[in-house]
């Protein structure tokens, strides 16, 4: 009897910390492709599992900071998917590449066309995000997950440092510090690069030019020396028949 009792305590236990856990390890999350550093450029993926086991997801929608808004927000197309991009009015216009920008999206929503995220998968968004603020160590993104039985899950609890996680956490992005100037170091790179192409270019131009200048210049005076030799043969030849006539006569 105690065996028993200790064995279904045991069991109590293990599936109470498993419905503790499940939604801790099922959440809505956003992680970088690489890296994601402040003042920089990102391709971010939004991961997005199937919680329920009778229902799919048919809809995802994304709320994008508005305390940091971003200027540059492409989402990556995604088959089996509607993609909806929407945009608000900025309370401070943002500056990018010397241009000021009044709005900046707000949100982004992935509607499902097909049967969506079946239970036991997860599916991933792709968006390329900038430029990431340099004033912030890390981008808070609310989301709701809505079920094909009408059911939304709210992905919008901000976690807190020192504190457990929330049931619902919201999807956060860690922020890198910046290495340098990604962006305008790979558009200078390309610019060298150009450049030192066209010089190449230029240079194998000159060569072949001067290569070419010189075979004809050399052609040239190969015909000229063959015709003088000639007239000069013809000239001697006719002073030899003019002499055997003379002394003939």
Do not use: C
């Amino acid at each position: 009897m105690k065996a028993s009792r200790i064995a279904a305590a045991g069991a109590v236990a293990g599936v109470t910390v498993l419905a503790l856990s499940s939604p801790a390890l099922a959440h809505v999350g956003v992680q970088p492709e690489g890296e994601a550093a402040k003042g920089g450029y990102a391709v971010v993926g939004f991961k997005v599992p199937n919680e329920r086991d009778n229902a799919s997801t048919t809809k995802v929608e994304v709320t994008f900071p508005t305390d940091h808004p971003l200027a540059s927000v492409m989402p990556q197309p995604v088959e089996g998917w509607d993609i909806t991009v929407t945009k608000s009015k900025l309370d401070k216009p943002l500056e990018m590449h010397g241009t000021k920008i009044n709005e900046a999206v707000s949100k982004v929503t992935w509607t499902a066309t097909g049967g969506g995220i079946r239970p036991g998968f997860f599916q991933k968004f792709p968006v390329s995000i900038g430029t990431l603020p340099e004033d912030a160590d890390e981008l808070v993104f609310k989301a709701l997950q809505t079920y094909s039985n009408k059911e939304v899950v709210r992905w919008i609890e901000v976690p807190q440092k020192g504190q457990d996680e929330p049931a619902n956490p919201a999807p956060v992005l860690a922020l890198s510090e910046a290495s340098g100037d990604h962006h305008g170091a790979a558009a200078d790179d390309k610019a060298s690069d150009d450049a030192g192409a066209a010089e190449n270019a230029s240079t194998r131009t000159s060569a072949a030019s001067e290569e070419s200048d010189s075979g004809g210049t050399d052609t040239t005076a190969r015909v000229l020396g063959v015709v003088g030799i000639v007239v000069g043969a013809a000239g001697v030849a006719y002073g030899v028949l003019a002499g055997r006539r003379r002394t003939t006569a």
